[in-house]
C-alpha cells in the first residue's frame, strides 16, 4: 500500500472512522460510510475490517424492522479461520432464544450431517443470511436480504473461506441471485466471489421429507469431493 494512502487512512482512523470492505464485493454492494464530522461517503477500500467490529454492528443492528421483534441477534460461530462456510436462512426460535444459529432439530440434523462429512461443527463456521428471527419463522422479506447482506459479506472477508455450502434454497437462491429452484442449484459448484460455493438441502427440509435423504447424502459426498479437488 503506497505511503500517501496509509497516511489516509491513520488519519481517518484518527478521525474515529472506522472503514471496511470485503475484497469479495463489487462496488454496487458497497455500503455508504458517513463521517460524522462531514457527512462525506466514502467507497473505497480503507481499513480491515475486525470480527470485534463486525459482532459489534450486527448485535446493535436496527437496519430492518426485525430489530423490533427479535430477542437478540445470531451473528454465527464456529472457527473463525475454517476452510467451510456453511450460510442457512435465519434463526428459528431457539436460536432467537439463545443467539446461537442452528441449535433447534434442523441443527441437530445439521450436526449429523456434518459428523457424515468428519466434520465438526468446530471446524466449521455457520451463519446465516439473516441475522435476525423473522416472525412465525416466515421467509425473508427481500428488504431484510439487502440490509443484512452486508454483515454476511463482511464475514465471509474475515475468514475466507476455501468452499461455501448454502444451506437451503434460501442461502441457495439469495447467495447466487437466482429464482431457480434449490432441486436444480444442487450438485453443481457454483462461484461466488471465486469462492466454490455448493447448495444442499435444508435440514428442517429433510426432516419433513426423508425421501430426499439420500440426494442429500450425495450432496454431501459431492460437496466433499469438489473440497478434496481444491488441494
Ligand atoms: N435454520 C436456519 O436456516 N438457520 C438457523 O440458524 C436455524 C434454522
Given at each position: 500500500m503506497?505511503?500517501?494512502?496509509?497516511?489516509?487512512?491513520?488519519?481517518?482512523?484518527?478521525?474515529?472512522?472506522?472503514?471496511?470492505?470485503?475484497?469479495?464485493?463489487?462496488?454496487?454492494?458497497?455500503?455508504?460510510?458517513?463521517?460524522?464530522?462531514?457527512h462525506?461517503?466514502?467507497?473505497?477500500?480503507?481499513?480491515?475490517?475486525?470480527?470485534?467490529?463486525?459482532?459489534?454492528?450486527?448485535s446493535?443492528?436496527?437496519?430492518?424492522?426485525?430489530c423490533?421483534?427479535?430477542?437478540?441477534?445470531?451473528?454465527?460461530?464456529?472457527?473463525?479461520?475454517?476452510?467451510?462456510?456453511?450460510?442457512?436462512?435465519?434463526?428459528?426460535?431457539q436460536?432467537?432464544?439463545?443467539?446461537?444459529?442452528?441449535?433447534?432439530?434442523?441443527?441437530?440434523l445439521?450436526?449429523?450431517?456434518?459428523?457424515?462429512m468428519?466434520?465438526?461443527?468446530?471446524?466449521?463456521?455457520?451463519?446465516?443470511?439473516?441475522?435476525?428471527?423473522?416472525?412465525q419463522?416466515?421467509?425473508?422479506?427481500?428488504?431484510?436480504?439487502?440490509?443484512?447482506?452486508?454483515?454476511?459479506?463482511?464475514?465471509?472477508?474475515?475468514?475466507?473461506?476455501?468452499?461455501?455450502?448454502?444451506?437451503?434454497?434460501?442461502?441457495?437462491q439469495?447467495?447466487?441471485?437466482?429464482?431457480?429452484?434449490?432441486?436444480?442449484?444442487?450438485g453443481?459448484?457454483?462461484?461466488?466471489?471465486?469462492?466454490?460455493?455448493?447448495?444442499?438441502?435444508?435440514?428442517?427440509?429433510?426432516?419433513?421429507?426423508?425421501?430426499?435423504?439420500?440426494?442429500?447424502?450425495?450432496?454431501?459426498?459431492?460437496?466433499?469431493?469438489?473440497?478434496?479437488?481444491?488441494?
Amino acid at each position: 500500500m503506497a505511503l500517501s494512502e496509509i497516511n489516509r487512512l491513520q488519519y481517518l482512523d484518527a478521525m474515529g472512522v472506522t472503514v471496511w470492505q470485503s475484497k469479495f464485493m463489487t462496488d454496487s454492494t458497497i455500503a455508504p460510510i458517513e463521517f460524522d464530522a462531514h457527512h462525506v461517503v466514502l467507497t473505497e477500500v480503507i481499513i480491515p475490517d475486525s470480527w470485534e467490529k463486525c459482532r459489534a454492528d450486527v448485535s446493535g443492528c436496527k437496519l430492518c424492522t426485525l430489530c423490533t421483534t427479535r430477542t437478540q441477534t445470531v451473528f454465527g460461530e464456529g472457527n473463525e479461520n475454517a476452510d467451510w462456510l456453511f450460510i442457512g436462512e435465519a434463526p428459528g426460535q431457539q436460536e432467537d432464544e439463545q443467539g446461537r444459529p442452528f441449535i433447534g432439530d434442523a441443527g441437530q440434523l445439521l450436526t449429523e450431517m456434518l459428523r457424515a462429512m468428519n466434520l465438526t461443527r468446530n471446524e466449521i463456521f455457520i451463519a446465516n443470511i439473516l441475522k435476525c428471527r423473522p416472525p412465525q419463522n416466515r421467509d425473508p422479506h427481500v428488504d431484510e436480504i439487502k440490509q443484512c447482506r452486508n454483515y454476511l459479506q463482511r464475514q465471509i472477508a474475515l475468514i475466507q473461506p476455501k468452499i461455501i455450502i448454502a444451506v437451503g434454497r434460501i442461502a441457495a437462491q439469495t447467495l447466487l441471485e437466482t429464482p431457480e429452484k434449490i432441486g436444480k442449484l444442487r450438485g453443481t459448484v457454483h462461484q461466488v466471489e471465486n469462492i466454490p460455493l455448493i447448495a444442499i438441502y435444508h435440514p428442517s427440509y429433510l426432516l419433513r421429507s426423508l425421501t430426499e435423504k439420500r440426494k442429500a447424502w450425495h450432496d454431501l459426498q459431492f460437496a466433499l469431493q469438489t473440497f478434496k479437488q481444491l488441494h
